[in-house]
């Protein structure tokens, strides 16, 4: 086989790497579950005509089709970009079965077209949390699923600090109408750009593209220069002059989330009201989030989300929703990458029997097997070599223990401290810190 071509935005795990997004997505799932969210998987594709809904995705799809047609219906499908479209569909064939609100976890890889970049991928893995209501659904539920979210990756003691942006599509829309604004959504799109062009050409474009005065575009660029940790927030906005129903509403909501969030702060995680955040899918109707990490703000967003009025409908029923997304490989790749984190070892293997000779494999498979009805992971040395060699084999791959089978019985040897100590195979075990591969992380010692 000819020597294959890397493909970009594709990344793949080595053993080692590919433990610590196993570990990642297992603390995921344990926070989520902790908090009463069933666990989710559904298909990798669906019908195109779904998928091209969003508009603005209608080049990011990759179509899904054989080399030749068999002519059995498979053809108009694409991999999902996102877990939202084919959540909205499962909750639609599957409402009469479902208990109100519902509350679901979904940890998947998701598929997307666009260009590889830092942090950006074709193929990468996502966690999603979602509360979806019937009808109606309380607002409780936007304080709960950012209270979630910041105890989840709180949990992972690798990533540096970050801070969850926080604002409400009814305050700056509000904002922008009262201001007088003839498009508040224009407007909005607009504002989005703030992390990507600078302040002037912002104010250049709501002049130019949104219609607004050189005074509207000035309060808007103020609106969104507005930030904070606590509900101070509030009185900045009101002594920008603007009045209106909907940004009163926004107002209300907005501090109610910080507030809700304030007990689980600290100086590695902060959930902070952010004016500039506008998310500009137009599905959002209230709370918008994203989430950047501290020293690497150049990937962007790493978690994002926000309330939705209308997830899904059957044209009599409505179901509203709230939900925030984690970026798994987003955040994960550059920090594996940079070697800011890696496990311990690259197998699972606590234990290596070594090898005498070659005779005594039968004995040593007979001692691994003992081992590893106590729960050991254990392995058999490949071959009968010199023990300083044995236990290089194992010292390369982080295996924290090689057992001997001596005149006196079976020893086993910590090659990490020197010690050696004999042992009953069917009864010892390794200290619980050595059973498994653990995440060795420079941010968490330094967080230390």
Same mark, same amino acid.
């Given at each position: 086989m000819a020597k294959p071509t890397a493909l970009s935005g594709f990344p793949e795990f080595l053993p080692a790497e590919r433990f610590v997004e196993q570990q990642v997505i297992a603390s995921l799932a344990q926070t989520f579950e902790l908090h009463g969210f069933a666990n989710l998987e559904t298909r990798a594709v669906e019908?195109?005509?779904?998928?091209?809904?969003?508009? !603005?995705?209608?080049? @990011?799809?990759?179509?899904?089709?054989?080399?030749?047609?068999? =002519?059995? =219906?498979?053809? /108009?499908? &694409?991999?999902?970009?996102?877990?939202?479209?084919?959540?909205?569909r499962f909750i639609l064939e599957n409402s009469g079965k479902l208990d109100f609100p519902f509350r679901r976890y979904q940890i998947q890889k998701v598929w997307r077209g666009e260009r590889p970049q830092a942090g950006r991928f074709r193929e990468f893995t996502q966690a999603d949390i979602d509360v979806v209501g019937r009808d109606t659904l309380g607002f409780h539920h936007d304080v709960e699923v950012a209270?979630?979210?910041? !105890?989840? +990756? &709180?949990g992972l003691e690798f990533l540096p600090g970050f801070r969850i942006q926080v604002n409400n599509r009814k305050l700056i829309q509000g904002f922008y109408a009262g201001l007088g604004a003839g498009d508040p959504m224009k407007v909005m799109r607009l504002v989005d750009k703030l992390d990507k062009l600078p302040v002037a050409k912002v104010g250049e474009l709501l002049q130019s593209d949104a219609g607004l005065s050189a005074e509207q575009a000035e309060q808007t660029l103020a609106l969104a220069q507005i930030s904070a940790s606590d509900t101070s927030f509030v009185e900045a906005v009101r002594a920008l002059g603007?009045?209106?129903? +909907?940004? #009163? !509403? &926004?107002? $209300? @909501? +907005?501090a109610?989330? $910080? @507030?809700?969030?304030?007990?689980?702060?600290? #100086?590695r995680i902060r959930v902070v009201a952010d004016l500039s955040i506008a998310r500009g899918l137009d599905y959002y109707t209230g709370t918008v989030f994203e989430t950047r990490l501290d020293g690497y703000e150049s990937l962007g967003s790493i978690c994002s989300g926000g309330r939705y009025d209308s997830l899904a409908t059957d044209g009599r029923t409505t179901y509203p929703g709230v939900g925030i997304s984690f970026g798994v490989s987003r955040a994960l790749v550059p920090l594996i990458q940079q070697g800011?984190?890696?496990a311990d070892r690259s197998v699972p293997s606590a234990v290596l029997v070594a090898l005498t000779n070659d005779e005594g494999r039968t004995q040593a498979e007979a001692i691994?097997?003992?081992?590893?009805? &106590? =729960?050991? *992971?254990?392995?058999? %040395?490949?071959? %009968?070599?010199?023990? /300083?060699?044995?236990?290089?084999?194992?010292?390369?791959? =982080?295996i924290p223990y090689v057992l001997f089978?001596? @005149?006196? /019985? *079976? !020893?086993?040897? #910590? $090659?990490?401290?020197?010690?050696?100590?004999?042992?009953?195979?069917?009864?010892? %075990?390794?200290?619980?810190? #050595?059973?498994?591969?653990?995440?060795?992380?420079?941010a968490s010692q330094e967080n230390k």
């Open positions: 019908p195109m005509d779904q998928l091209l809904a969003k508009g !603005e995705t209608s080049k @990011e799809v990759y179509v899904l089709k054989r080399l030749q047609d068999s =002519g059995d =219906g498979d053809s /108009g499908m &694409g991999l999902h970009f996102d877990l939202t479209v084919p959540f909205a209270r979630v979210m910041a !105890e989840a +990756l &709180g603007v009045t209106h129903e +909907l940004l #009163d !509403e &926004g107002l $209300i @909501e +907005l109610a989330v $910080i @507030e809700g969030c304030s007990s689980i702060t600290d #100086d800011v984190v890696r691994a097997q003992q081992l590893r009805a &106590g =729960g050991t *992971p254990t392995e058999v %040395a490949p071959k %009968a070599d010199k023990f /300083g060699k044995q236990i290089a084999y194992a010292d390369k791959r =982080g089978v001596t @005149e006196n /019985g *079976p !020893e086993i040897k #910590d $090659i990490r401290s020197g010690e050696q100590f004999p042992i009953a195979p069917a009864t010892w %075990a390794p200290p619980p810190a #050595d059973l498994r591969p653990t995440i060795v992380s420079t």
